[in-house]
């Protein structure tokens, strides 16, 4: 089992960054793939970036060239840097990972963080 303690949000004008982190703690975090989703009030989850343990990532088209997702294996450790951020990207994130990439493309991964909160203003 692995369990996920995201930290990094908060309130930022639009244009601007943020930096998401998430801990992982529990079993052996190099052989999962691990994801970012969100949520905005009012809309379902929706993925954000995924990284599997070969370090192949994949972003949404909505935060292509914008969020960039990262790991560290080394201190069981997954990030995603958020530039240019615009009012759109509100919403909670939520770390998540599974050793099945499958699930986590599905949407589905076994294990969630608890999420944080990010606003971006306009």
């Known amino acids: 089992q692995v369990q996920l303690v995201e930290s990094g949000g908060g309130l930022v004008q639009a244009g601007g960054s943020l930096r998401l982190s998430c801990a992982a703690s529990g079993d052996t975090f190099r052989r999962y793939t691990v994801a970012w989703f969100r949520q905005a009030p009012g809309k379902e989850r929706e993925f954000v970036a995924t990284m599997a343990n070969g370090d192949i990532s994949k972003h949404a088209d909505s935060v292509k060239g914008r969020f960039t997702i990262s790991r560290d294996n080394a201190k069981n450790t997954v990030s995603l840097q958020m530039n240019n951020l615009k009012p759109e990207d509100t919403g909670v994130y939520y770390c998540?990972?599974?050793?099945?990439?499958?699930?986590?493309?599905?949407?589905?991964?076994?294990?969630w963080g608890q999420g944080t909160q990010v606003t971006v203003s306009s």
């Open positions: 998540a990972a599974d050793d099945r990439l499958l699930m986590v493309l599905k949407g589905r991964p076994t294990y």
